[in-house]
DNA sequence: TACTCATACTAAACCGATTTATTAAGCAAT
DNA sequence: ATTGCTTAATAAATCGGTTTAGTATGAGTA
């Protein structure tokens, strides 16, 4: 009905230019010696009538648009659902409103999504990138768009990033697990050669070959439909019986591993000790509660989004980048405790 | 650094107008009788300097955005983040991108994020909507924008909306319960004016109803910390011992009502069976599993964006309103199972 | 009186597209 | 030779803002 009011029909109203509207909406009224009466007057009308300008114009106009783009690997994941609704919240504190979407670790995807941000004018790219987009990386970096980068990063691409200590939090779960008796211990994960990955299993080598064990690794290709996760667990369980605990390399590998199990009877942690990486209401409620590398996800969107906002303050500024590695925590519970010949009886 | 090509770069480069350049990307080439020939230039270069049109200024004038926006109650719940995933997925093949936002159920919030969404100039608008902004809905409606709604619906407010049968959903979960022998049936949910919700409140009560037994009904309010969700909980299943069965109205309070029954060394389903709405990991894999009413999620999705399309697509066209019901499925697990003195020794 | 300077605004260009209205050229018919 | 009709293209207006460059007015001063 009502045709939107423009800042024309307010300049007309007033029998004033639309040019001394912009700038008193902009606070430049001082600035621009513009008398406090008039000022008051335009203030008054446009809270009147409930002007908003228009912030495509505004956007096209100046090239800000105060959105950030945020690419996670998939929304319906816990982990990136809950750091995706962290930082939206901070952002919609500071004025940012956050336009999100899943790349499925889909590197085609992902480049169009990089497009379709960037031609909306969005000021600044959060993402869990991919591989094989360091190009387009680079690019946008080049063009002077912040980039930070969380979970995972990109070798050979200079950005910020908040990522938490893979490496050493793996090498401890898997310590802990030797401490507790067990020998024959699984790695399972989804395959893929994403630096956050390619850290874990290190720090479950390393912690490995301290005690000259054996690293007994499946890599398991991710799939949107379950079942083409559970069969290939199925079969590598039920081949290698001698596995005496087992740990999981991201929450949704950790819930498809426990239905696993549960299929198959085996009771935890006599037959299979578990640990999974990233905490969990599914390992918090589970019988036994399953142990379990927390990560701190506060303040990884925490520090995301001030990271991303001190980038766009000083937009022109100093471009050095920060690398931010934050500690996880490992939740120890019963899934994962005491292991002895006498105690499995 | 090169400072992206636009329309009139293109039409320089060939000592053409842009506007001639405008009708070919549009397809209007014919319509127009541009000569082949000028036409096969055009399109080489721009494919050669890769040209992408401004969306920005496109939609500033055209009004169009091929953005959907979607309200969800909270993105970091699993039946929001599955539905809103399913949805972006959808949307994407259409060529519509979607932008997400959290309303917490916080109508002051919402009302923000409408206008936002507004003068992104979104094309269409898909929620869950909170109470109280039934003005602002009708706004939208009057100025010929699509919207959907989804989960719940506001009375008095003629949309196009997708639902569960809610009340047969619960009237049929409390008669499964009666049916198992259980008789002091409590429904534990969040507080809420919702339509969902008073639906599904009616179902318990009138199974009930029909066996002439009390109803045992407790609303908590809702809040992001969890533990003043837990704390009253708690309080309640102290007090109230003669329990010998909950409905929970959601998959969030029934994870809850879990952590608390665990917390208080309840055996289910001996000293009390649990029966929750949505189907969720953490139910399946609870032991004993957990009873679900398990909500179409696909389905959902599908129908909303369907039905979204359509709106879209005859824009102008007849204003009839589609309201969708779908019926749930109740999962019987052992979380439910016979209650008799016999059997429960 | 003429010249500078501050004050308080405003006209017009611009961002990058779409769309409306118009035109120039060529040909056929009157 | 004029009118009328295609054909093939274009100039200019528009969307709704921001920004640059400029103007009208009056006071102060040499």
């Known amino acids: 009905m009502s045709k939107k009011v423009s800042i024309v ?12 509207v912009s700038f008193i909406l902009n606070g430049r009224a001082q600035e621009k010696r513009i008398s406090e009466e008039l000022v008051a007057r335009v203030l008054k009308l446009v809270k009147e009538v409930g002007y908003k300008p228009n912030s495509l114009a505004k956007s096209l106009r100046t090239g800000k648009s105060n959105i950030i783009g945020l690419m996670v690997e998939d929304i319906s994941n816990p982990f990136f659902a809950n750091i995706a609704r962290l930082i939206e919240d901070r952002a919609y504190e500071k004025g940012y409103r956050i336009i999100y979407c899943s790349t499925d670790n889909n590197s085609e995807k992902t480049r169009d999504l990089i497009t379709m941000f960037r031609d909306r004018h969005v000021d600044g790219y959060i ?9 387009n ?4 970096i080049n063009a002077g768009l912040p980039v930070v980068m969380f979970d995972r990063y990109l070798q050979g691409v200079d950005t910020d ?22 020998s024959k211990i699984a790695f399972i994960t989804f395959s893929s050669e994403q630096s956050q ?13 301290d005690s000259k064990l054996k690293p007994i690794l499946k890599e398991i290709e991710f799939n949107r439909n379950e079942s083409l996760i559970i069969e290939p667990l199925t079969a590598f369980l039920k081949k290698n019986q001698g596995i005496d605990a087992i740990l999981f390399g991201t929450d949704h590998i950790g819930t498809c591993g426990l239905k696993v199990i549960k299929q198959l009877g085996l009771r935890v942690p006599n037959d299979v000790a578990v640990v999974s990486f ?19 996800i506060e303040a990884l969107a925490d520090n995301v989004i001030s990271l991303m906002l001190k980038k766009l303050d000083n937009n022109a500024g ?14 120890i519970r019963e899934s994962s405790l005491q292991h002895s010949k006498a105690a499995a009886e």
């Open 318 to 331: 100093n471009n050095t980048t920060q690398k931010i590695t934050l500690s996880t925590n490992l939740n």
């Open 127 to 135: 993402m869990a990138p991919p591989k094989e987009i360091e190009e």
């Open 137 to 140: 990386v680079k690019e946008l």
């Open 161 to 182: 990033y908040v990522v938490v200590d893979n490496e050493f939090s793996t090498y401890n779960a898997t310590k802990h697990l030797m401490e507790q008796g067990y």
């Open 9 to 20: 029909d307010i300049a007309n109203s007033l029998n004033i230019s639309k040019t001394t």
């Open 278 to 296: 990233d905490d969990y209401d599914v390992f918090k409620l589970y019988s036994p509660p399953v142990s379990a590398i927390a990560q701190p």
């Open 197 to 209: 990955m390619l850290d874990r299993i290190n720090g479950y080598k390393n912690a490995l070959k």
